[in-house]
Every structure is written in structure tokens, then in C-alpha cells.
């Protein structure tokens, strides 16, 4: 079975640019999370989607960030525009509705300078 | 809110040694508790959990048991391999939330020498 595919795995750009990050779920997951992972710290849950609909975004900084998930199926992470601060790994992770396990792709690497 | 707070690292053992990685969480309800591990160059993988209190997780040697009396859900191993090197976090689920919205700890890198 393959697992949650994320790309790019790497992504340098200047601060002010626009970044995007991709999402591929498991087949058949319902439920998609992204989570920022700076150095040092624990992931932090940034959004939640159930199928195609939003049900957390409350740890987003919707100022800047943005994140949809068209069919319910793939999902896309905006950064426009990037600071310094945003430099960390973004994480995707899939798991059924109801599932009692989160897996979790390899995540993007993002560095701002 | 809720957190979760681990040892402090890095941890660096001789092979064959025991392993204890402290965590303590603080949480509102009944929260499920997690481990999760994070190989070099891979992604985060779920190695045990306990959905309430006094369950044990195990899993490749490791385990870890849900004190609710002391909000507490350290990982052990008796006997620790090259190969587990790697960094660990603990994690909880709030009580009816979905498994994936979890809070993790700041993590705990494991250095194993042969």
C-alpha cells in the first residue's frame, strides 16, 4: 500500500516569495492533516480537513497561509508571503474517518533566506 | 490547553543498555497517548499507544503504560539496538477528538553506539 506522498521534499526561496506544497493522502483516507515541524519542537497541527471541508483551522496564519483540498482528495499549502520564521518541515498525515492511526508522508523542507 | 512535555535530550546509550524516556502531559477529559518515532530520512511512525488509563502500548521491544494518577507515559526498552537511533515524541489525543489531531512533544533524539 502506498503511503501519503509529499512534494517537494526540499524548498529553498527568499523571504517574500510564494511557496506551495503538495499532498497526496492514502487512498481511501477521509480525514488530512498538514503540521509545521521547527527545528527542535514537535509537529504543530496547522489545519484539519474532513473530505473536501475544513474542520479545524484555528492554528493557520490565515494572513498568509492558505490550504485547500480539492475532491476531497489531494491537498495544496500556500505560504504567500514567506518569512524567516516560516523555515521548518510541513507534514502531511491521512488516516480514515474514525481510524485509531495517523500516517504521517515524509514532509518538505522548507528554508527561507 | 492541552501539552505535552518530554525529557530533555539528546539521549546517548551503549547497545544493550535500558532506555527510559520520560513524558508528562497535561490534558483536559481522557486523552489516548502516543509514541511515535522518526527514523534518519523517514517520515514520523506510530510505535505504540494507550487509550486509557493503565493500558500498556508495546511494540519492538518498547513500552510505555498510561498513569493517570501521575499524568505520565514514559517509554521504555531493556535493551536498546543500533538500529533504534532515531528521535522519539510523545503525543496525545484530547478525549473524542480524531487520532490525527495530536500535540506533540518537543521530541527526544536517541544515539545508540555499538
Known amino acids: 500500500e502506498a503511503g501519503v506522498a509529499q512534494s517537494p521534499r526540499y524548498k529553498i526561496i527568499e523571504k517574500r516569495q510564494s511557496v506551495a506544497f503538495w499532498c497526496n493522502p492514502i487512498s481511501g483516507h477521509a480525514t488530512l492533516y498538514w503540521y509545521q515541524q521547527i527545528l527542535g519542537q514537535g509537529p504543530k497541527l496547522l489545519i484539519q480537513f474532513q473530505n473536501n471541508g475544513v474542520v479545524d483551522d484555528s492554528q493557520l496564519p490565515k494572513d498568509r497561509f492558505s490550504a485547500e483540498r480539492l475532491k476531497g482528495v489531494d491537498s495544496t499549502l500556500k505560504i504567500q508571503p514567506a518569512k524567516l520564521e516560516d523555515s521548518a518541515v510541513y507534514l502531511c498525515?491521512?488516516?480514515?474517518?474514525?481510524?485509531?492511526?495517523?500516517?504521517f508522508g515524509q514532509g518538505t523542507r522548507l528554508t527561507v533566506v | 490547553g492541552n501539552s505535552v512535555t518530554q525529557m530533555e535530550g539528546p539521549v546517548t546509550l551503549s547497545e544493550e543498555a535500558f532506555l527510559t524516556i520520560n513524558c508528562t502531559y497535561t490534558a483536559t477529559g481522557y486523552p489516548s497517548l502516543f509514541w511515535y518515532v522518526q527514523y534518519p530520512g523517514e517520515g514520523l511512525q506510530l510505535l505504540l499507544k494507550a487509550t486509557k488509563a493503565d493500558d500498556k502500548g508495546s511494540n519492538k521491544g518498547f513500552e510505555a503504560t498510561y498513569r493517570k494518577e501521575t499524568t505520565s507515559f514514559h517509554l521504555e526498552k531493556g535493551s536498546v539496538q543500533v538500529s533504534d537511533s532515531a528521535v522519539y515524541f510523545c503525543a496525545l489525543v484530547a478525549g473524542g477528538t480524531s487520532y490525527g489531531k495530536l500535540t506533540f512533544g518537543q521530541g527526544t533524539i536517541l544515539t545508540v553506539h555499538p
Open positions: 498525515a491521512s488516516s480514515f474517518q474514525g481510524g485509531t492511526e495517523a500516517f
